[in-house]
């Protein structure tokens, strides 16, 4: 683990442990905030943590990765109730300076047993992380956003999937299973645009913008890749909130 993702650790669980040395990796002149819950810099990080009940919150980091000045990680929270969140803090002169996140409620398992964290943790295959980011993309860009579903398998090998979402299970048998569940329950799920993407190795992971059952939504999803295709993956919706409830202008994307 490299010095920076374990700055984020333990930023990470000072939540849980209320430690107040892990909170000095952010810059305190520049912390540009987009969780839209919280106000912007420091000071809206430590308003926020000062609304949990004391000994509320829990904290696993179940996984962390580097891409130069980013720093992601995928956790099991319990913070303000159970949660799985994905977080990106972006470093400067080694401090923090930006900070997105993304969260949904804890649920599960899904149809084939798995929870919305477990599976291999460990990156490997750094030298290929440009082109798995690549492949990544791809997939983002014709499947999620352009529905091109006749591409799905250049990069899905059939059953070789391993899905974690809490609704759907493995293989494209339980992606098309999901599909038509959803269909018939007039539930759509809309990706318009790729955000950001991220990648360590066999894992990358996209940011991306669009709905979900009719609300307007932020999409994080984590992939693994093996051999040159997709062959596991992870995720969190977050609905995004009204402008108008904000607590800060900065915007849920905004790379």
Known sequence: MTEQEQQVVDLL??????????????????????????????????????????????????????????????????????????????????????????????????????????????????????????????FVQDILVGGQFDKLGGYIEGENYTQHNPAIGNGLSGLSAALEAMAKQGITMKYDMVHKVLGDGNFVLTVSEGSFAGKASSFYDLFRVENGRIVEHWDTIETIPLQSDWKNTNGKFAF
């Open 13 to 138: 669980k000072s939540i849980e442990t209320g430690a107040t040395g892990p909170v000095s990796v952010i810059n305190p002149k520049k912390y540009i905030q987009h969780n839209l819950a919280a106000a912007d810099g420091l000071a809206g990080f430590g308003q926020l943590m000062a609304l949990l009940p004391k000994g509320s919150a829990k904290v696993n980091t179940v996984r962390v990765f580097r891409d130069g000045d980013y720093v992601f990680t995928h956790t099991d929270y319990d913070f303000f109730g159970p949660k799985i969140g994905f977080d990106i803090f972006r470093f400067e002169n080694g401090k923090i300076v930006e900070h997105w996140d993304n969260l949904q409620e804890t649920a599960g398992p899904n149809p084939s047993g798995n929870t919305m964290t477990n599976g291999p943790t460990a990156p490997k295959d750094q030298e290929k992380t440009a082109d798995n980011k690549a492949l990544v993309r791809a």
